[in-house]
């Protein structure tokens, strides 16, 4: 049989990388890198392998499913389905207001712009505005911290040219996550051979941590402190870019003075780390000319996420590492519209309290969007405005969200709750509609999210006018009756008679995306609509053109040199962000307090990432799962030693809310008293726990009501208090009664 190999785009994750499909019979049978894409150049991981196969898998559903009466679950047609949905929505609507109505989009919702842009404009149509991401429970110090920072709009220099890079709790080699590009090994391997110094701080000797030149290895949530002693060195050494700084910033004092008390001997006392490697690390970037700043999930979620990704932003620009008038930026300019190209920023902006203002916790909307973790409270919360359904796109609160046991509460105390998703998750196990939808090979893909995320920070995106566009390869399978994700919001609007005005997702700025806005005629049928040609209405190169390379293509288009500020600019970055400041006053006057020492709780849990799994997505792949079908508890073997508990074994992880149960597996290069556990696992609260099959879900241990961000809600998620012991109540491939 002749294989013909053909283009594609991954949808896995939010990489987007380049691959080939080994094409026989019109099916696939193996994916894999293509060797002449010029942005991956053949990279691709076991994930994206797998693409294909996620299609087939048993799990996959091909129908759209409802709740029967007794728990169980029938198909449904997805047009009865978008009927009755439909129904129901008015039904709330005109009982509780449009408050009472709210969407969650999860992972596959946020990478999907078709989907969130008709998701958003049905929102916007039937005038609620709960509408909540994952990004409160991801990183939402980013959005924050470039709100109180303010936006540099020339954006960073493109990796190639750093002389140091500062990665903090965050592992690009298997994350994809920004700080390395696409293809993060090879690029890490060029830069390195280039001479490019790499500071990592992390708990974990992660694949990033291995290869770098300066590994600090800190308690966890102690990075503002680090953070805080770099700045304070580079102020009192004169390692900072002065001729930037002062024509660029204000509040420099207000920095300093916050900073004072971070000498390199109280931040090693507090992280646990050597003094010596805080100065020298200090000293390695602070004479580095260009570089870069990147912070992960990990010290995001483990308390002050706001103010490490503040002090990433004030890093960067004493170190004056933007690009400056006359630079070139490399990236971008093809789906997506870039921010102008000029050397300077619009100035610091409110990073939370306006917008919808939740019932609970007194938190509003923030520079990351409305706060999830508040989410499972608005349901539970009784009173005007309560939420009564909910439309998780592409997301799993059950086995994503912090604070399991109250999540479960919430999915079940709703009048609706529908999932768009192409399998029963957890929270699809508890939901009354499942609606089944096409998955990535049978939908058209292309490369604006991965270009999107470009505008993040450095190392994000794709360093080149690069794109893609791939039509789809499958087709749905023979019986199955599968939507896209944007259907869904079509369909509902249309059943309950509204029209929708999609917004592109080719403007960043809201003025343009309200400007090139289109007003849908809602009588059209589906199938005539091209919903990409929508959401990237007036992107600088026509979807058309990027249609024509599906293996992707460096399009011609105009550079974009970084112009100087005009005269009579407003707008400096801030380095004075007074909540900012507070936070470091209130860190300074705390005991350092070293947990080891709290007989109560004296571990953490930290997140950490599986190269083969991708959050809650498909455990059940058999590829996927041969190295980890569950998740374990990594740990350090000093503190095995000091449990008495052996590789294998299992693990009781109590924290203050609950305890879950996880395999211990030895793990030298975690911090001790530190072990890392992959979130996204286990099964839901009335399911059987089995350590061996399901895992943990470490979402259980979060507690939303303690230990959360003021501003964002989010809580612990990583650095979680815990006290482990072993317990005998499992054994391999059997649970326990
Ligand atoms: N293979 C794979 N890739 C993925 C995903 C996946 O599940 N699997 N998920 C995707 C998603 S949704 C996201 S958001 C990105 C996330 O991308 P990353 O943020 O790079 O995620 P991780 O690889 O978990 O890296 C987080 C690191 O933080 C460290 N850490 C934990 N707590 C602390 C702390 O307090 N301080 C410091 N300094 N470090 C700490 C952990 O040890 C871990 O190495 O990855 C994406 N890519
Ligand atoms: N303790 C702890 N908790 C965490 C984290 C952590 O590090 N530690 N990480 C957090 C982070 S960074 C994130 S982003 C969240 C993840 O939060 P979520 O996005 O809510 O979780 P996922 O597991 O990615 O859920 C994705 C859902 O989309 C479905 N899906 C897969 N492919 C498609 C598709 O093509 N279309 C549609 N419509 N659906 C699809 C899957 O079946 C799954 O049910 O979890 C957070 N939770
Ligand atoms: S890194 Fe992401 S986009 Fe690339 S092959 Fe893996 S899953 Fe696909
Ligand atoms: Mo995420």
Known sequence: MAVEQKPVVCRVCHAQCGLLADMEDGQ???LHGDKDNPVYHGYSCIKGREMHTMHRLPSRLLRSQKRQPDGSYGEIGSDQALAEVAAKLQDIIAKHGPRSVAIYVGTYGYNNFTANAFGYAFFEAIQSPMVFTSVTIDQPGKGVAAMLHGPWLAGVPWLEDWDALLLVGTNPIVSMLGGLGMNPARHLHEAKQRGMKLVVIDPRKTDVAKKADIHLAPRAGEDSAIL???ARLWLEEGLFDEAFVSDNTQNLDALRDAVAPFTPSYAAERAGVAEDDIIAAARMLGHAKVGGVQAGTGPNMSGRGNL????????TTLRGWWLKAGDERKGGGVLINPLPPIAASPGPMPGWGFGEKLRVRGLTDTGAGLPTAALAD??????EGQVKALICLGGNPMQAW???LKTFDAMKALDLLVTIDPRQSGTGRIAHYNIACKLHMEVEGNTSLSEFLGNFGPGWGHGAPYGAACPPLLSPPPGSDLVEEWEV?????QRMGLTLKVKPASYVDNPSKEKFATIL???EPAASIDAWALTLKGSPVPLEEVRKYPAGHIFDTPRQIIQPRPEGWPG?????????LDELREIAASPSNPYEQDNAFPFRIISRRLNDMHNSNWHDSPRLSRKWRYNPIFMNPEDMGRLGVAAGEVVEIESARASIFCVVEPAPDVRSHCAAVPHSFGGNPDEPEDPFTTGGNTGKLSDVEKDFDPYTGIPLMSGIPVRIKKTNRFSAGVAAE
């Not at 490490?308 to 932003?313: Q, R």
């Not at 919001?489 to 609007?493: D, E, K, Q, T």
């Not at 400096?572 to 900012?580: F, K, Q, W």
């Open 572 to 580: 400096r970055l801030e380095l004075g962000s007074e909540p900012m």
């Open 378 to 383: 608005e349901i539970l919360t009784p009173g």
């Open 402 to 404: 912090p604070d399991q």
């Open 489 to 493: 919001f079509y369909g509902l609007a």
């Open 521 to 523: 005629d809602m009588s």
């Open 308 to 315: 490490v990704e503040y002090l990433v932003k004030c890093l």
């Open 28 to 30: 696939p049978t193996a």
């Open 228 to 230: 805080a002693a770099f």
